[in-house]
């Protein structure tokens, strides 16, 4: 039996007290795009995207980013933090365990 969980109830402090030291955001980012050497076709995924935390800095140099999230609130934050910037990422509400895509 699986369960999901929502973090709506904590969607407007989560960063606040879950967020990253001061450079370390960047360092996260810089580690990953060292790793993976992305070219412009790259295309990155997460599961659990939340408020963005990793995907912000990634989607905001350009690269396309999709992500999942149980949390429609922790959502809303994420497209708060990318308002007025441009960017490829796109966020889609639905549930770890129950993917929404095609399995082709």
Do not use: C, W
């Amino acid at each position: 039996m699986t369960s999901t969980i929502s973090f709506d109830r904590v969607s407007d402090i989560y960063d606040a007290t879950r967020g990253f030291p001061p450079g370390v955001s960047e360092q996260v980012t810089y580690f990953i795009l060292n790793l993976v050497s992305p070219t412009a076709e790259t295309k990155f995924y997460e599961t659990g995207i939340g408020t963005g935390r990793i995907a912000v800095p990634i989607a905001r140099r350009g690269y396309s980013y999709t992500g999942v999230d149980v949390s429609e609130k922790m959502l809303a934050e994420l497209y708060q933090k990318l308002e007025g910037v441009s960017h490829r990422l796109t966020a889609i509400k639905g549930d770890a365990t129950a993917l929404p895509f095609d399995r082709h």
